[in-house]
């Protein structure tokens, strides 16, 4: 899959900082090397709502002028959520914080940054995850459970922790808006 990205240079502050989000138009093409190409080009508009990016809008697109049209089951097919998710993660349109500005997201916590309980390591690596999978568009509690082994009810306790605690703060806003001071 080629993608191809066009965005405003503004963006979001996610998470009380510890994340941005750029929107963008994102454009994906099949190319030879897709598993199930689609015959179509895909265009997507991404933005961030209630802290994760979300497509805002999606068009299918003929790739030539003698190309078949695009039926209701090819539509069906086109993988919203897995696109929105390699946009933010792997394109970069969700960063994190660097010493040099913002950069790729890192390496997710190790299976094991739970088994001590509770502590501030842990509870920041918790809440670094949750904000990069709810930013990626993806459900951090399905995430905690398939590749950490954390029960939904076990990370909802961790989450009430990590907010009351406020190592997980849910604000978000415009980066311009910062710039202006109004934040």
């Not at 909802?156 to 934040?183: F, K, M, N, P």
Request: proline residues 8%; aromatic residues 6%.
């Amino acid at each position: 899959m080629l993608m191809a990205i066009e965005g405003p240079p503004d963006g979001w502050i996610l998470y009380g900082g510890r994340l941005s989000a750029t929107p963008a138009t994102v454009t994906l093409t099949p190319d030879d090397e897709d598993k199930d190409p689609l015959n179509f080009e895909v265009v997507m508009d991404l933005d961030v709502i209630d802290g994760r990016l979300s497509c805002t809008r999606v068009a299918a697109q003929r790739l030539s002028e003698d190309a078949p049209g695009i039926s209701t089951e090819d539509l069906r097919r086109i993988p919203v959520a897995s696109y929105v998710r390699l946009a933010a993660l792997e394109l970069g349109l969700v960063r994190e914080p660097t010493d040099r500005g913002w950069g790729q997201v890192g390496p997710l916590p190790p299976p094991d940054f739970a088994k001590s309980g509770m502590t501030d390591e842990a509870l920041d690596q918790f809440a670094r995850l949750y904000a990069i999978v709810q930013a990626a568009g993806g459900k951090p509690s399905g995430v905690l459970l398939n590749d950490y082994g954390m029960p939904r009810a076990t990370s909802s306790r961790w989450l009430a922790t990590a907010r009351r605690r406020r190592v997980l703060v849910e604000d978000h806003y415009r980066i311009e808006e910062a710039v202006r001071g109004q934040r």
